[in-house]
């Protein structure tokens, strides 16, 4: 069957997969948002454990598509991957970082004589949660504005300036998009809590917590979307490559599918927020997980097609990365498209376990009770 | 092009991540499996007493697989943060098992790990068992992919280089996939972990014993482990002559450093133990070794299986053995020039639209095309890798598997006649081959890696041309910050792991 499609097809079927991908990590971020949350909506040692239970659950998924979104970038676009990988190195060392001390954070923060004390594991978390999330929104932004690197005739590329991706701090459009998934985080991981966790002193608190992350995230999402709208993308034909006026606003008005997926994934997000902070719904997390999904898809999606850059250089326009120049082969996506068949059954079976572990909430009974409990 | 000094320090990075994330590894692929016969014990017996010790060594599970978690996700990135020139070059072959591995595994292991732990009163008795044992089974499979990526660095098939992108491109999956090289290092691998989830269980329940605590519990794990263990070092010892077998097939220099043979000769044997001269340069007539205990016929057999078999020395792969037609090292450094700046003067044709030149340098790198790496190699004997640490580390680690295989059957001899407590010194000795388990796993990963020098894919990419291109300065940074962090994360784990054992095996 792919072995018919042509090399482009092929290409986007894969961009949007990384899309995918992507916004699957999105979605799974609530874990890191929750760590954020620690100490906001437990005020005991009880509640604490509650809380790292419920995230603890869940957090090696997210941890797990983090790798998968690194190794279908690798399979798909290995240009893509060393280009950025390899220039912007800080950036991206920084993040493997914060996620190097969440993995043994839940395990090891109360386990007695674990060297570094419960409080440090706790502020790993944090860490994990905040600067990790942050650094990922602003490495996720230089897709849309660019970043400093040079290739040459025989693709290997080199970055051009010792700051190694850190300079992308500095881009107002890198940081709101950082913080947007910041907020974004730390509102799903309210939703959540509020769906997964029977304590209710804990649910209250979150639902009071809701009403700042979500007006914050909205306030972030506002601005980037106002600047992504407004924001020249480069865009390539025979001739090369330009920067073109609106590309991203272009993008949307020629593809009336991601313009739909995005106006339908932002309500949801929004009804998400409106049935928990007005009806006293406990399912905002299932409404804002699909719009989150459907929204990241769309927000990536943007920059894999219509001929536009999927990693503008800074440097050297024509160093620029598209879809079709960082691609693996037409016989590598092939085979990997087949390989790809195989994502509904795994999301299949993680529906299943999830549902059948979390069909009654977690309570303070539980944990108490429970002798591996984190 | 190549910077010798951020080659070294990037390769010491890498070198550090892999050793690190392999000190947590093989107790994971091993410990999973047992901890899965346990809990079959269990649910078969009913006997809640298994389930108490399945949830004992459950906990050491978890402690472990966390920071196996925590380094593995280096071991990904860093292809791209600091190989990115071969994330560019072979990442058409390379990142796919890589994302098959993530695919297959990482979600089976991460979605049952939760159900696992924290599953026992939400799901049924067997829903929990087979949770375990598909963590077991996404553990292996994790390993079956990185190994095939792996072997495929060692004995690369299945591909064809484009000048237009100037990669090497997949032609073959199949090729890939079932590379003999990929599953001879599995199979060895995996049975190093099970070698070693095994000593774990029999060397933890030796303290038990010794210190006359959770007795009963103890000497049914140590059962449970030697078996185990027995079963899987013989499956180990078969594995690894089946992996020189590969090395002689393939990568016949690392034999001969792996044996200190500098000439090669027929009906060669293997050196037992020895010393190797130190003095002993590439080319010269120095003895090979200041003393020497030797098997006649051993590495002609090992190698071909085939004890009148010719074995080839560093030497006739540096200069050359017209007899058994191998050219010298010299000759294809000469050769791979040409290649590369064939390949030069193809993609400047290309571009100014030199179409006969472009034919004409397109022929002449594909009569070349297979020294291409060998190009951008220095000297002829940068071909041989480090000799001492080659042979040192292979011989330490054939004789510590000897030494498993022993101890497992002295142990289980003793079980089975009811006289294991009395054999202090032996449950010392179990106890302490837990950390020689670790040594030898080390030791295994420098024999393949360091034997593989000085190529990143064996005979087509040196390490040189690999990297990434960032500052020394900031590999050495994030060099000490791992250093730094991962020591500070070990230090953590046995202070946990030995905290829990002291504990003891009660109330689980």
């Not at chain 1, 339908?264 to 997390?285: D, E, N, P, Q």
């Not at chain 2, 990075?13 to 047992?34: C, E, M």
Request: proline share 2%; glycine share 8%; charged share 15%.
């Amino acid at each position: 069957m792919f072995e018919t499609f042509e090399l482009l097809t092929l290409q986007q079927y894969w961009w949007f997969i990384i899309a995918l991908l992507g916004a699957l990590f999105t979605f799974m971020m609530f874990v890191q948002g929750g760590q954020t949350l620690l100490n906001v909506l437990a005020k005991n040692e009880l509640e604490k454990n509650i809380i790292i239970a419920s995230l603890g659950r869940k957090w090696e998924l997210g941890f797990t598509s983090l790798v998968m979104f690194g190794g279908a970038l690798f399979a798909a676009f290995p240009l893509f991957y060393a280009v950025s990988f390899g220039g912007a190195y800080f950036v991206w060392m920084a993040i493997l970082f914060c996620f190097i001390i969440q993995a043994v954070s839940y395990e090891y923060r109360k386990k007695p004589d674990n060297f570094l004390g419960q409080k440090t594991y706790e502020s790993f978390l944090f860490i994990n949660g905040s600067v990790g999330i942050i650094l990922i929104g602003i490495a996720l932004g230089t897709l849309y504005t660019g970043g400093n690197f040079i290739k040459n005739d025989m693709n290997l590329s080199s970055w051009t300036n010792h700051t190694y991706g850190l300079e992308a701090v500095l881009n107002p459009f890198n940081v709101a998009f950082g913080f947007t998934i910041f907020f974004l985080a730390r509102a799903e991981s309210s939703l959540y809590f509020i769906n997964n966790i029977a304590q209710e002193a804990i649910v209250n608190r979150a639902r009071k917590q809701l009403k700042i992350d979500a007006l914050l995230f909205l306030g972030f999402f506002l601005m980037v979307a106002a600047m992504l709208l407004l924001m020249s993308g480069v865009g390539y034909s025979d001739k090369g490559f330009e920067v073109i006026s609106y590309k991203f606003l272009n993008n949307l008005i020629d593809s009336p599918l991601l313009l739909m997926g995005l106006i339908v994934g932002v309500i949801l997000v929004l009804y998400a927020f409106f049935i928990t902070l007005f009806t006293g719904s406990t399912k905002g997390v299932w409404f804002s997980g699909v719009g989150t999904i459907l929204t990241v898809t769309v927000l990536l999606s943007l920059i894999g097609f219509n001929n536009t850059a999927i990693y503008p250089s800074l440097s050297d326009l024509g160093s620029s990365l598209t879809i079709e120049n960082s691609s693996g082969s037409h016989y590598t996506l092939t085979v990997m498209s087949y390989v790809s068949l195989m994502v509904p059954f795994v999301l299949g079976y993680i529906y299943l376990v999830w549902h059948s572990m979390d069909k009654e909430k977690i309570t303070s009974d539980e944990i108490e009770a429970d002798h591996h409990h984190y | 092009m190549e910077d010798t000094l951020l080659t070294d320090w990037s390769r010491a990075q890498f070198a550090l991540t892999a050793l690190y994330h392999w000190l947590f590894v093989p107790l994971t692929l091993g410990l999973s499996f047992i901890i899965a016969i346990m809990e079959t014990i269990y649910v078969k017996t009913g006997n809640v007493v298994w389930k108490e010790i399945t949830k004992f060594w459950m906990t050491l599970f978890a402690i472990n697989f966390a920071i196996g978690l925590a380094t593995g996700i280096i071991m990904e990135f860093e292809f791209g943060t600091n190989w990115s020139n071969y994330s560019w070059i072979v990442g058409d072959i390379f990142g796919a098992p890589l994302a098959i591995e993530g695919l297959m595994a990482f979600f089976m292991e991460s979605t049952f790990f939760a159900v696992m732990f924290f599953g026992w009163d939400k799901v049924s008795k067997r829903m929990h068992l087979l949770s375990t044992w598909l963590v077991a089974i996404g553990s292996n499979l994790s390993a079956l992919w990185i190994l095939i990526a792996n072997g495929w660095m060692q004995h690369p098939v299945g591909m064809e280089f484009n000048p237009d992108t100037a990669r090497f491109e997949m032609s073959n999956f199949w090729d890939v996939l079932f590379n003999s090289t990929g599953y001879s290092k599995f199979l060895h691998t995996i049975g190093s972990g099970y070698v070693m989830g095994s000593l774990f269980v029999v060397g933890i329940s030796a303290w038990y014993l010794l210190k006359n605590k959770d007795v009963i519990k103890a000497k049914k794990s140590i059962v449970v482990g030697a078996t185990f263990g027995l079963i899987t070092s013989i499956f180990l010892i078969m594995t690894g002559d089946e992996s020189a077998h590969e090395v002689a097939l393939h990568q016949p220099t690392k034999l001969a450093a792996m044996e200190g043979l500098y000439d090669g000769h027929k009906r060669a044997g293997i050196v037992a133990v020895g010393q190797l001269n130190s003095e002993k340069k590439i080319g010269d007539d120095k003895e090979e070794f200041t003393w020497s205990f030797e098997i006649p016929y051993a590495l002609s057999f090992l190698g071909y299986h085939n004890t009148d078999a010719f074995v080839l020395g560093m030497n006739d792969m540096v200069y050359g053995n017209k007899e058994k037609d191998i050219e010298s090292a010299k000759s294809q450094i000469e050769k791979g020039k040409i290649a590369i700046s064939a390949l030069k003067s193809y993609k400047e044709a290309k571009k100014s639209g030199d179409a006969v030149k472009a034919t004409d340098s397109l022929k002449v790198f594909r009569e070349h095309e297979k020294y291409f790496g060998y190009g951008y190699l220095k000297d002829e004997k940068d071909i041989v890798p480090p000799v001492a640490l080659t042979f040192y580390s292979f011989h330490l680690m054939v004789g510590l598997g000897s030494w498993f295989f022993m101890l497992f059957f002295l142990i289980l001899y003793f079980a089975m006649v009811n006289k294991l407590d009395s054999k202090k010194m032996l449950l010392r000795a179990a106890l302490w081959s837990i950390p020689l388990g670790y040594l030898a796993g080390e030791l295994g990963w420098i024999v393949a890696e360091v034997g593989r020098q000085p190529w990143a894919i064996e005979g087509m990419l040196p390490v040189g041309m690999a990297t990434s291109q960032v500052s020394t300065t900031a590999v050495q940074t994030t060099f000490w910050l791992f250093a730094i962090l991962f020591t500070a994360l070990l230090i953590a784990e046995i202070r946990i792991m030995t905290k829990q054992i002291k504990i003891g095996m009660e109330g689980h």
